[in-house]
């Protein structure tokens, strides 16, 4: 699964039975320093996304899951909005209270 | 599966319901030094894996989701090991 | 599903027998923006898309959960043409 960012909304008229009445939204895959990881691609919306936001999709056959027993012909699925995330696991105030305790109990974690 | 080093975690309210509880967290691949290969990946954990710990992931669907105890589940990718710290990892390279 | 350009057809003779009877394009991969992305691929058309159109592909085998594809040795199928591409409230 990859974090993307919803750049826009794809309209086809003309369309396969499966994926009639999906959203279909242009995301773009990012890595967690929010920067571009390759190209834009279309994604069919499992949860409600729109426009701007952070969200998370599943790429494969496994895209397809969320639909059943439907079927989506579909190699991209989002399945989830990102409220945020974080890396390096701690916001910056858990970050200090760990430096502290750290200097506290040397050899600490 | 494929090595990886645990750099992060996303948290997201509004997901697939066959997602609701999983532990999602963002997997860096490494090779046997340690050292970044590829793309950083979300994945779900099924082992209680912590932020720096290298990990055992697997990249396919049906064992991802079987791992989360959801077969099914819209998973592609899923945290099933922790390597030991010490000497859980051996290599001549 | 990434956006392609139909740049043109492939006509096989020769060609598995569950590949009888698809239409086969040749589909360039496009950015949002309408330039090239990569080099163009062999996609079974599903949809009736004709030349120049802007198309949705389907890669892998979810591309054999396209309409009547189930038992095709493909990989890439056109699943939609395009109307429109709106990025934050253009187009």
Known sequence: M???????????????????????LL????SPDREAVG?????????G????????????????????????????AITGICDHWTTGDRSPLERRRAAVSTGARKGGR | MRLARVV???VSTRKHRALEGAKLLLAQPVDQRGADTGVVQLAVDAVGAGYGELVLVVLEGRAAGAALGQPGA???SAIVGIVDPRDGLTSDG | ??????????????????????KLLLVQPILPSGEASGGPIVAVDTVDAGAAETVLVVSGSSARMAAGQSDRPVDAAIVGIVDAVSMNGSG
């Open chain 2, 74 to 76: 819209p998973v592609d």
């Open chain 1, 39 to 47: 190209r834009p691609l279309v994604a069919v919306d499992s949860v």
């Open chain 2, 8 to 10: 992060g975690s996303v």
């Open chain 1, 49 to 76: 996304a729109g426009i701007g936001e952070d969200v998370f999709f599943v790429r494969g056959r496994e895209a397809a899951l969320p639909f059943l027993p439907v079927s989506v012909p579909t190699d991209a």
């Open chain 1, 27 to 30: 995301v773009q895959p990012l």
């Open chain 1, 2 to 24: 990859h974090l993307a960012h919803v750049l826009g909304t794809v309209v086809a008229t003309i369309k396969d039975p499966g994926l009639v009445g999906r959203a279909l």
């Open chain 3, 1 to 22: 599903m990434i956006l392609g350009k139909v740049v043109g057809t492939v006509v096989a003779t020769r060609k598995d027998e569950r590949l009888v009877g698809s």
